[in-house]
Antibody
């Protein structure tokens, strides 16, 4: 059974960088599929942030691209998200998700990590 | 890059059917057969219930069905059960972007 688990600080100060890691179990990232970050807030609903594959090809939401970086560590079966210069508007539940291409859907989701931006 | 439009709420009695619409444009819903639907219970992560417009993942009851006409996709829940009370979101590929719907809260009366 594929499982994803987010980890990282739950509180980040404004203007700092949000960093999250997703640990995948039950499936090797090296075997394929794509891996994504999605966030959810009451104000914006569900919002796709970024996607990466095992080869390191990256795809970003253009509205966040200047602040976002996604990376993969196949040796640890993990992928990570960095979002810089955060503001209160970045407060959300962040999900790591497995993404199925080229049919385009998200089949396995982590439980979600609440990240609050506040001083 | 706009959100897909869904009605805020829908409801039905147990055993009845409810249909939720998801309206986009020719650049997303209308342009690709890549619409998916997700069910989310309070405090839980979304769960995939429909992909590729009308396909169900293993384990999802056949009470859930999807369709699409032009720029609008629809999710129908037949034979409503108490556990179907949840938020439902559509999503669509849109050329290097993934648009989500605004969400619909389904209540079982």
């Amino acid at each position: 059974q594929v499982q994803l688990q987010e980890s990282g600080p739950g509180l980040v100060k404004p203007s700092e960088t949000l960093s999250l890691t997703c640990t995948v179990s039950g499936y090797s990232i090296n075997s394929g599929y794509y891996w994504s970050w999605i966030r959810q807030s009451p104000e914006k609903g569900l919002e796709w942030i970024a996607t990466i594959n095992r080869g390191g090809d990256t795809y970003y939401n253009l509205s966040l691209k200047s602040r976002v970086s996604i990376s993969v560590d196949t040796s640890k079966n993990q992928f990570s998200l960095k979002l810089s210069s955060v503001t209160a508007a970045d407060t959300a539940v962040y999900y790591c998700v497995r993404y199925v291409a080229p049919i385009f859907y998200f089949d396995y989701w982590g439980q979600g990590a609440l990240v609050t931006v506040s001083s | 890059q706009s959100a897909l439009t869904q009605p805020p709420s829908a409801s039905g009695s147990p055993g009845q059917s409810v249909t939720i619409s998801c309206t986009g444009t020719s650049s997303d819903v209308g342009g690709y057969n890549c619409v998916s639907w997700y069910q989310q219970h309070p405090g839980k992560a979304p769960k995939l219930i429909i992909y590729e417009v009308n396909k169900r993942p293993s384990g999802v009851p056949d009470r859930f069905s999807g369709s699409k006409s032009g720029n609008t996709a629809s999710l129908t829940v037949s034979g409503l059960q108490a556990e179907d009370e949840a938020d439902y979101y559509c999503a669509s590929y849109a050329a290097n972007y993934y648009a989500f719907g605004t969400g619909t809260k389904v209540s079982v009366l």
